[in-house]
């Protein structure tokens, strides 16, 4: 049976509620996470909860209830997770001005259920909304499950902390019985600053007058893909690529989502490594569309296909590629930037537009529900998969891996495969790695020359061959 992500035991160390809310609250509490404990001790065979007063994480749940549902990134654009460390994520701290770096302790602050247990040495339990998923996270432990499972188990703690709270003669049991009560209860306006990360002003410029619940489902992809762009694009580059984004929002196809289902039944198979479900994916693609290994694919003909016509959009910056949005209701856009990286050349433009196919395709129903920024603040994992989905579609792996058998001449190969598969010189090389087909390391330590940033990673994978 799979450990639940988040499992609470609490035991009172007293039968009856009597004098503070803190007295009434104090008992011993088992917390486990994807089953380990992280919260309690081991001893004699038995697991002994930590002890505490527990209305203290009642409110801490109260309070910050409305960020653990829809605060999916940091506040200040830094694009860490609150667990991350090391020290480009502390110079990036470092350098906020005193203001921001307050919002990042808040943050984190809200994020982290041991910060309910002030002044203890209790492990930090980690939760953090991505997309329709949530990651939980202790002790180097990490599940990504639904929200609604989550919310779950907190509410079975929260409630059962209010109903001894209840009989309860004082103000602070009262007021945390009231805020827990109300804990949902969230205005629309702090709803979309929390998902976007931006102030009222910005929010109203993006989406023309103020957030409402019956606009909100047209409001959200936008404002998502809004968050991602922050610390990349700055506030009129963002305004302006979401208000393209909602003037080419179309109707979801019924293709895509026909397709779309197949796909999630074959991501269920594909093993657990990004590459390996991305590669899965594309070689299951080209077999349902009957594409041979040796011929080309046309990703923005195989987004038509499914109701999808990317635009042009004009960012100021290179390390942005693609933005797509889309939802139930909303409907679907995908705005490929002219300045990107990647997609100003036709090479690299056919890489991004592949890319956004899978996440169309597989990243909806997870991770991504509404929005996805190629090069912007998107989960690390699903990127992965959809880069290794976006080289397996345009050039499978083992055709890669059978033109560099032998002695060949590099350059020479690299511009044919580069103008029959039309893909660049270094997804080409990473396709010949990924393929495990006998390479000579000559030819991989020229392929490095061809591989720009990536080079120290393709030369140690290429090492271990």
Not at 237 to 249: E, F, K, M, Q, W
Not at 275 to 290: M, N, P
Not at 291 to 296: H, I, S
Not at 357 to 385: I, N, S, Y
């Given at each position: 049976?799979?450990?639940?992500?988040?499992?609470?035991?609490?035991?009172?160390?007293?039968?009856?509620?009597?004098?503070?809310?803190?007295?009434?609250?104090?008992?011993?509490?088992?917390?486990?996470?994807?089953?380990?404990?992280?919260?309690?001790?081991?001893?004699?065979?038995?697991?002994?909860?930590?002890?505490?007063?527990?209305?203290?994480?009642?409110?801490?749940?109260?309070?910050?209830?409305?960020?653990?549902?829809?605060?999916?990134?940091?506040?200040?654009?830094?694009?860490?997770?609150?667990?991350?460390?090391?020290?480009?994520?502390?110079?990036?701290?470092?350098?906020?001005?005193?203001?921001?770096?307050?919002?990042?302790?808040?943050?984190?602050?809200?994020?982290?259920?041991?910060?309910?247990?002030?002044?203890?040495?209790?492990?930090?339990?980690?939760?953090?909304?991505?997309?329709?998923?949530?990651?939980?996270?202790?002790?180097?432990?990490?599940?990504?499950?639904?929200?609604?499972?989550?919310?779950?188990?907190?509410?079975?703690?929260?409630?059962?902390?209010?109903?001894?709270?209840?009989?309860?003669?004082?103000?602070?049991?009262?007021?945390?019985?009231?805020?827990?009560?109300?804990?949902?209860?969230?205005?629309?306006?702090?709803?979309?600053?929390?998902?976007?990360?931006?102030?009222?002003?910005?929010?109203?410029?993006?989406?023309?007058?103020?957030?409402?619940?019956?606009?909100?489902?047209?409001?959200?992809?936008?404002?998502?893909?809004?968050?991602?762009?922050?610390?990349?694009?700055?506030?009129?580059?963002?305004?302006?690529?979401?208000?393209?984004?909602?003037?080419?929002?179309?109707?979801?196809?019924?293709?895509?989502?026909?397709?779309?289902?197949?796909?999630?039944?074959?991501?269920?198979?594909?093993?657990?490594?990004?590459?390996?479900?991305?590669?899965?994916?594309?070689?299951?693609?080209?077999?349902?569309?009957?594409?041979?290994?040796?011929?080309?694919?046309?990703?923005?003909g195989a987004l038509r296909t499914v109701g999808v016509e990317p635009f042009e959009l004009d960012l100021a910056t290179p390390r942005i590629d693609a933005i797509a949005c889309w939802g139930s209701k909303s409907g679907v856009a995908i705005g490929?930037?002219?300045?990107?990286?990647?997609?100003?050349?036709?090479?690299?433009?056919?890489?991004?537009?592949?890319?956004?196919?899978?996440?169309?395709?597989?990243?909806?129903?997870?991770?991504?529900?509404?929005?996805?920024?190629?090069?912007?603040?998107?989960?690390?994992?699903?990127?992965?998969?959809?880069?290794?989905?976006?080289?397996?579609?345009?050039?499978?792996?083992?055709?890669?891996?059978?033109?560099?058998?032998?002695?060949?001449?590099?350059?020479?190969?690299?511009?044919?495969?580069?103008?029959?598969?039309?893909?660049?010189?270094?997804?080409?090389?990473?396709?010949?790695?990924?393929?495990?087909?006998?390479?000579?390391?000559?030819?991989?330590?020229?392929?490095?020359?061809?591989?720009?940033?990536?080079?120290?990673?393709?030369?140690?994978?290429?090492?271990?061959?």
């Amino acid at each position: 049976m799979t450990p639940r992500p988040l499992d609470f035991e609490l035991k009172w160390l007293k039968p009856a509620a009597a004098g503070s809310a803190a007295e009434a609250t104090r008992g011993r509490l088992v917390l486990r996470v994807a089953g380990r404990v992280v919260w309690g001790f081991e001893s004699a065979g038995r697991t002994i909860g930590a002890e505490w007063t527990w209305v203290d994480l009642l409110e801490h749940l109260a309070r910050s209830w409305a960020a653990l549902e829809w605060e999916q990134a940091d506040p200040v654009g830094i694009g860490s997770a609150p667990w991350d460390g090391g020290s480009s994520v502390a110079g990036a701290e470092a350098s906020l001005e005193p203001d921001a770096q307050m919002a990042m302790f808040r943050f984190r602050e809200r994020h982290d259920l041991a910060t309910a247990l002030g002044g203890t040495s209790a492990p930090s339990v980690w939760i953090l909304r991505e997309g329709r998923d949530v990651v939980v996270r202790a002790l180097d432990r990490e599940r990504r499950v639904r929200w609604h499972d989550v919310a779950a188990a907190l509410e079975g703690v929260g409630d059962h902390v209010a109903a001894r709270l209840r009989t309860v003669s004082d103000p602070r049991a009262s007021e945390a019985v009231r805020a827990w009560a109300a804990r949902a209860d969230v205005a629309i306006e702090h709803r979309a600053a929390l998902v976007s990360g931006l102030g009222p002003a910005a929010i109203a410029r993006i989406v023309g007058t103020g957030p409402s619940e019956e606009s909100w489902d047209a409001t959200e992809p936008v404002l998502v893909a809004a968050r991602m762009m922050r610390g990349t694009v700055d506030l009129d580059g963002i305004v302006g690529a979401s208000r393209a984004l909602r003037a080419h929002l179309e109707p979801i196809d019924g293709a895509l989502d026909v397709l779309g289902a197949l796909a999630l039944d074959v991501l269920e198979s594909a093993g657990r490594r990004p590459y390996e479900q991305g590669a899965r994916l594309a070689s299951w693609y080209r077999d349902h569309h009957g594409v041979r290994d040796d011929a080309r694919v046309d990703p923005r003909g195989a987004l038509r296909t499914v109701g999808v016509e990317p635009f042009e959009l004009d960012l100021a910056t290179p390390r942005i590629d693609a933005i797509a949005c889309w939802g139930s209701k909303s409907g679907v856009a995908i705005g490929v930037n002219r300045n990107g990286r990647h997609a100003q050349g036709r090479n690299g433009e056919r890489t991004t537009l592949a890319h956004e196919l899978c996440h169309l395709l597989v990243d909806r129903a997870h991770a991504l529900p509404v929005a996805e920024v190629m090069g912007g603040h998107a989960p690390k994992a699903t990127e992965q998969r959809a880069n290794a989905f976006a080289a397996s579609l345009l050039l499978p792996a083992r055709v890669a891996g059978e033109a560099f058998g032998g002695t060949p001449d590099v350059p020479a190969v690299l511009d044919d495969l580069g103008y029959r598969y039309g893909v660049s010189r270094e997804v080409i090389a990473w396709q010949a790695l990924r393929s495990n087909l006998p390479i000579k390391p000559a030819t991989f330590h020229r392929l490095a020359d061809f591989v720009g940033e990536t080079a120290p990673r393709f030369r140690q994978e290429a090492s271990r061959r």
